[in-house]
């Protein structure tokens, strides 16, 4: 006989059978009492539905109230606040495993997606881990999360309900049910998946499961959403921070300051020996570094092909100069020897012959600008500069104020450029300048060997010149390994000083030494040692890549394979002088012999460094 609920509608069958009392057979009593007593059995069922309903509410509420204090009590890491509402759900879903999957910010559901990063929560022990970008590779789950993000749809998998085999990970994990749900920003842009595997006694997900999950997706998308806000608003900050610096510590170049260098006399490169190999910026005059700037312009025929009026550029490179802060090092001059240098393989090394106009444009400026607003305080915690660029190379810096130069009127020196040769030459332009971090060479110098070992390198391969490019910033910025011993040594030793400063300076209650002795005692033990490494990873292979694919680029390999002997000789002395102190010293004997030690120790350190002179105290 039927069970009605309150609407009529059946909800279930009762049966009774075999009548006590022999052959007897249901009556019509027996029917009618039987018709009435499931009336209030549909009305138990009904309310126990209800019950169960309301109970389930009850839990759907109260995970809503703890999402939603952790949404409201982590607002400013996006890390925190997917680890806690992870570890939140895991206690109203039964199942082995809870996955949140971030992909691009800016992807939306009609694009293709990008996993950024997964969390991966193992509810029986409650551990949070990151997979590895191969481990999400090999994972089974991981393509449906990727379907979800695409399409914005969620998505269900039931091996039991769909009669199919079970997913097996490469470390044997078996995948039985997974229900993934896209979650989605303010925008209806996807931001992220979460997925949850295997429900537990190996039931599939309900639909309140997936209700549930729908709005754990739903405040998920909210936090998340919220969090890159306030990322986004901290990076603006400290951007506005750095600009405002720059623009209170720099000014434009003076219309006077313009016009005098407008009206000089464009001196010829062989007057300023830029096209030599031996070139160093101490042979010219102040005013003259700007002038080699114009020269080098003027014989690579780009003011004339790019149409760029001369107070233009006479500014921008006055601007330029102001922009460089007068560290030890990365200053002004810096940029005019490693300008130069790329000058030289241009020209000299006959590079032009593979490079176009815009390419030759681009590796020009960007060697002017390189290193451009350098600061220390870049690589120290807490500062505005190190928050904007925590994530990227330093060079992201300089390429911005760069940038940031070329989009005024008067100092944009592309002002001539059509909009398509515009949009190529900034690409060039930031290409470079991000390729002069080492970083970026180290990832870049196997593939250029691969090219350069062919018997014949087609240049017209786009990829091809990409690499000669950045390994040309690279050469250029290390080159004053291949300038002579005289020069290279007081350079070296000046970077050298400025290491040991800043490395002083970072830590905890660190000060720099004014007396000059650490460093002085770190130049001559650690410094020619420091050097031949250099050399021999980046330098000597560099230069020896160049000169295999430009013949005429050979004496630059040569000069720094010269210097490299020079600094072995000095890492030698430097060793055995070390040896020779300790063989002096003995234990029982080292307090009644400090003093002669450390005399046999300063004459020692005098005869190995009489190549290396001393330098001055440093201020600090």
Known sequence: MPVFNFEGSVIGVAQIMNKQGGDEVFSKQDEWIFEKFLVFCGISLTNAELFGLSLSEFKMNKLLLVLTKGIFAEQTKLDS??????????????????????????????????????????????????????????????????????????HEFDAKNQEVEPLVSDTGYEIRSVMSMPVL?????????????????????NPSDIKTIATFALFCGLGIYNCRLYESMVKMIARQKVNLDVLSYYAAASDSET??????????????????????????????TAKAIITIFTELNFIEHFR???DILCRWILSVKKNYRPYPYHNWRHAVNVVQ??????????????????????????SVCHDLDYRPEIFR????????????????????????????EKTNVFHSLGTDEYRVVLELLESCILSADLTDFTKNIKSFQDIVSKE???????????????????????????KPWSTQVKVVQAIFTDYCRLTEEGRPGGKPDKSGASVQKRM?????????????????????????????????????????????????????????????????????????????????????????????????
């Open 185 to 205: 920003d303010t925008h209806k842009h996807v931001v992220g998946v979460v997925q949850l595997i295997n429900k537990f006694n190996n039931e599939a997900f």
């Open 524 to 620: 001559r033990t650690e410094l020619p040692k420091m050097q031949v490494a250099f050399l021999d990873a980046v330098c000597l292979p560099l230069y020896l890549l160049l000169s295999n694919a430009f013949p005429l680029l050979k004496p630059t390999h040569d000069a720094c394979l010269a210097n490299r002997s020079q600094w072995k000789k000095h890492a030698e002395e430097a060793q055995r002088s070390a040896k020779s102190t300790l063989s002096h010293t003995s234990p029982s004997s080292a307090s009644s012999s400090s003093s002669s030690s450390s005399s046999s120790s300063s004459s020692s350190s005098s005869s190995s460094s009489s190549s290396l002179p001393t330098l001055p105290p440093q201020p600090p």
């Open 341 to 366: 240098m790329m000058f030289y393989c241009i020209t000299v090394g006959d590079v032009k012959s593979v490079l176009s106009e815009l390419e030759k444009f681009a590796l020009i400026v960007a």
């Open 308 to 310: 760029i009026q001369t």
């Open 81 to 154: 606040l997917t680890r806690r509402i992870m570890l939140d759900i895991h206690s109203i879903i039964s199942c082995d495993r809870c996955i949140m999957y971030l992909v691009n910010f800016t992807a939306s559901v009609e694009q293709d997606v990008e996993i950024t990063k997964a969390y991966d929560l193992t509810v029986s022990d409650k551990t949070i881990l990151n997979p590895s970008d191969d481990a999400l590779k090999k994972f089974p789950a991981t393509n449906f999360a990727l379907q979800v993000a695409r399409t914005g749809e969620s």
């Open 456 to 482: 014949k390198v087609n240049w017209t391969v786009d990829y091809n010149r990409r690499l000669l490019r950045s390994m040309l910033m690279a050469g250029s910025d290390v080159c004053i390994t291949c």
């Open 381 to 408: 915690i807490k500062q505005p500069l190190q928050m904007l660029y925590s994530l990227q190379s330093v060079e992201h810096h300089y390429a911005d104020q760069c940038i940031m130069l070329l989009n005024h």
């Open 259 to 288: 016009s005098d260098l407008v009206s000089s006399t464009v001196l010829k490169s062989q007057k300023l020996k830029l096209t030599a190999l031996d070139f160093f910026d101490s042979s010219l005059s102040d005013s003259e």
